[in-house]
């Protein structure tokens, strides 16, 4: 079964300075990796994906996920956060190998940066 | 760009009542997902459609049911509504094409159902 883990409920980061969340993943096969975040009262939207090649993907808004296949985790980083990006963060993970098409999501990370 | 269409945005139902949440895709995306967000939770996924067929099941009440229309917009049905079933329902979409499972989702506002 594929799941994900988002150790940390909320990380908390001052403006300006880098932010990591993390993210870590379990698949029988080999995975698909997404980032989303949501904005309270909103969907989710779409942020970065890993699907194969290049470890260090870039996305939308700054942020960008290493994908580290020993530890099997996908960090999410940004290098300068703003107020902005105060938000929740998912991670999520597709099965590539099971051919199932469902989304797992992780339970969230609150990101909270402060002025 | 066009983007992940929901209605009703909001819906107020009492227990045992029936919902209909209905989901456009983004244009030329032909598969649909839907997924159930409680209070404080993560996204559960429910189930999926790929040209009108049920692609992917996952924890949907056997009160609920859905379907893809020839237009590809899809509806989620739901009977006999318990206090549980409220949450947040978003509908996702993604094209399917050459990329196969490796396209992200794209995630509409989602409906609020709240049971009464």
């Keep these: 079964a594929q799941s994900v883990a988002q150790p940390e409920d909320q990380v908390n980061v001052a403006e300006g300075n880098p932010l990591t969340v993390k993210c870590t993943y379990s698949v029988s096969g080999n995975p698909y990796l997404f980032w989303y975040v949501q904005y309270p009262n909103r969907g989710l939207q779409f942020l970065l994906k890993y699907i194969t090649g290049d470890n260090l993907v870039k996305g939308s808004y700054g942020f960008e996920a290493e994908f580290n ?11 300068s956060a ?9 991670c999520a993970v597709r099965d590539k190998d099971t051919g199932f098409q469902k989304l797992v999501f992780g339970t969230g990370t609150r990101l909270l940066v402060s002025p | 760009a066009a983007g992940v269409i929901q209605s009703p945005r909001h819906l107020i139902k009492e227990k045992r009542e029936t919902a209909t949440l209905k989901c456009y895709p983004i244009p030329r995306h032909d598969t649909v997902y839907w997924y159930q967000q ?13 040209e009108k067929m049920q692609s992917d099941k996952g924890s949907i009440p056997d009160r609920f049911s859905a379907q893809q229309f020839s237009d590809y917009h899809s ?22 094409g050459a990329g196969g499972y490796s396209y992200e989702q794209y995630f509409g506002p989602g409906t609020r159902l709240t049971v009464t």
């Design chain 1, 69 to 79: 296949k020993s530890q099997t985790s996908f960090h999410l980083k940004k290098p």
């Design chain 1, 82 to 90: 703003l107020v902005s990006d105060s938000a929740l963060y998912f």
């Design chain 2, 38 to 50: 409680g209070p404080g939770q993560d996204p559960q996924f429910l189930i999926s459609f790929y």
């Design chain 2, 75 to 96: 509806e989620l049905n739901m009977s006999s509504l318990e206090l549980g079933d409220s949450a947040l329902y978003f509908c996702a979409s993604s094209p399917r």
